[in-house]
């Protein structure tokens, strides 16, 4: 478990991160939200230990962060760095062995990985030479080799094609499952939905929100509620505290003043006839973000 | 997995360095063609000296022991009769002919084509004793090729490897590799392996082209010129050793205060004037002794001056040794000061950073 606590960091007179704390938890991928310039690098940078914090705590399973603890952190830079002129294997290797594996272990590692990642083709050519996804691929295969404890990824979705987000979601997933805490900032905001376990959202260098996923989701929902029936739900429009958002035939969504019109309105709709479906409707992570960030 | 010890880091980074640079095509080529320069300056060397380059005299036998002491600068050709000597002279066979008769004291003639020998006569008016020190010393020509040869090899390989190691600090830092590297290790391990990597290959080319001048002048049979050079070209490569050392960390230094490869003669263009002063001033100044005694010291001309001098035989046996404690003193000096520009530099990207900011704590 990592967790930030008061961190604050100026450049001169202007405050990029102003009281920062948020925990990503082991075994889940924590989905790290915000508009452009609202602090997520700079704090990815300060995990790292790449740029140093004005005030403020980082620990790590409730130990201060020492330099050997980040030795076992992955991490995926927002402008992507790779030797443009080394080979991708070679790369990886040698990244693997920095972070202190034999060449044979680093060898059979990024083979592996860059396997599982789709590269096991491009092994031997050189970095620039392949198209952007792939460098990207490979970028990922650089954060992940030495399996690592903690994963800091900013921005690893960007600039992949539809599978290559699955390939990649996927890969992240697995680390996840075996334990490691993976923290990834996007601007793909359905991918962060589809992905991760917990959210963090900032905003102006500030938290905004923090939690699970889905709690967020309930604590910003607001009684809004799809009902699917047999026969015609035109009725809605006339049930006290009921709001329609939208009509047509047997299909409604509503918002409910209170959570009694919400069980008035269901016996109302199993009495009038077959009910398939009455379902709360949680807000879209889209509509959180604008919500939260005002 | 390990964590990894400092000098395995250095280690690793040192042989990335070195292997992705032997990997070069133009790394490659380039010392090659320098290799092969050398090759060919030290093999026309052996031809020029091989070659006959004394000067063609006519004698008659009664003229013959006046230049019998200068054997070695004067060619003499016995003629049957000053007619003969004369045609020689006319037709370019021989630059001068020496012929019995003429005014006391000297009892000969000197015959010419069209104009005063002066060589030929300044040579006639050498006593002997003379001729013994001007042997003893070292050739003002020779004093110059020794000068030129310290100052051109120091020259191009430190502005080759002092810039490869500006330019590849500064790719780290632009590609954000950096970030990555100094996520799985220390700054200080990373800037002493590319150092270090660096290091290698300089003295690398300067230890082949070193063996390419002994190999050579030994196989041309210009051994005299190795016995006088033996000496100063092993205290060259030492003192290059850590001249290099000192200029390699702050070419580094400077490639860390920029962002961008098209920014990086903003900073190590003061380097490079440091480079190449000692070439210049030690080819200007190679016959002022005082110029040469203050550039011996001075650490970063002392790799050039220092071993001009030895050749020369101006330096004490201590001489040396004091500079070179000067040098390492400064070698050391400019890796705290580097290492710390490093430091606070490396992550900082977009414009310059000031050189103040980069020595800040």
Known sequence: ?294 | MNTRSFTQSVWLVTEREVGSKLRSKAFLISTGLLFALALIGVIWGGVAADSDSRTPVAVRPGTAAVVAQLDDVIETTEVASVAEARDLVSSGDVDAALVPGGAEPFGYTLIAEDSVPTTLLAMLSVSPEVELLTTDAVDEQLRYFVALFFGLVFFVAALTFGTTIASSVVEEKQTRVVELLISAISTRALLAGKVLGNTILAMGQILGLSAIAVIGLAVTDQGELLDGIGAPLAWFAVFFLFGFILLAALYAAAGAMVSRQEDIGATTTPLTLLVMAPYFLVIFFNDNPVVMAVLSYVPFSAPVGMPVRIFVDEAQWWEPLLSLVILLATCVAAIVVSAKIYQNSILRMGARVKLADALRT
């Not at chain 1, 029936?229 to 409910?256: C, H, K, M, N, S």
């Not at chain 1, 069980?263 to 199993?270: C, F, G, K, N």
């Open chain 1, 1 to 294: 478990m990592l967790q930030l606590t008061g961190v604050t960091k100026s450049y001169g007179e202007h405050r990029v991160l102003d009281d920062v704390a948020f925990t990503i938890d082991d075994g889940r991928l924590t989905g790290f939200v915000g508009g452009n310039g609202a602090g997520k690098t700079t704090t990815m940078r300060i995990m790292l230990g790449v740029l140093s914090r004005d005030s403020g705590e980082v620990t790590l399973d409730g130990a201060p962060l020492t330099d050997g603890d980040r030795r076992n952190f992955g991490y995926m830079p927002e402008e992507r760095g790779l030797y443009p002129k080394m080979k991708v294997l070679e790369q990886i290797v040698y990244l693997a062995r920095l972070h202190g594996f034999s060449r044979a272990d680093a060898t059979t590692r990024a083979t592996a990985l860059l396997e599982e990642l789709g590269l096991g083709e491009r092994l031997r050519d050189s970095v620039e030479t392949l198209s952007l996804g792939n460098q990207q691929r490979a970028q990922i295969a650089a954060a992940l080799v030495h399996d690592p404890k903690v994963l800091i990824l900013d921005e690893p979705f960007s600039g992949l094609d539809p599978l290559a987000v699955d390939v990649v979601a996927g890969v992240l997933q697995t680390r996840a499952a075996r334990g490691a805490a993976v923290l990834f900032s996007s601007h793909q905001l359905d991918v962060v939905e589809r992905l991760c376990d917990d959210l963090v959202i900032i905003a102006g260098g500030t938290i905004r929100a923090a939690g699970t996923r889905d709690g967020l989701r309930a604590g910003f929902s607001s009684r809004r509620l799809e009902l699917v029936l047999g026969g015609d739900a035109g009725w809605l429009r006339t049930e006290p505290g009921v709001d329609v958002v939208e009509l047509d035939g047997g299909y409604a969504i509503f918002d409910a003043d209170s959570d009694e019109t919400v069980q008035r309105v269901l016996r109302r709709a199993m009495e009038s006839g077959d009910v398939a479906s009455f379902a709360p409707r949680h807000p879209s992570l889209a509509q959180i973000f604008k919500e939260v960030i005002q």
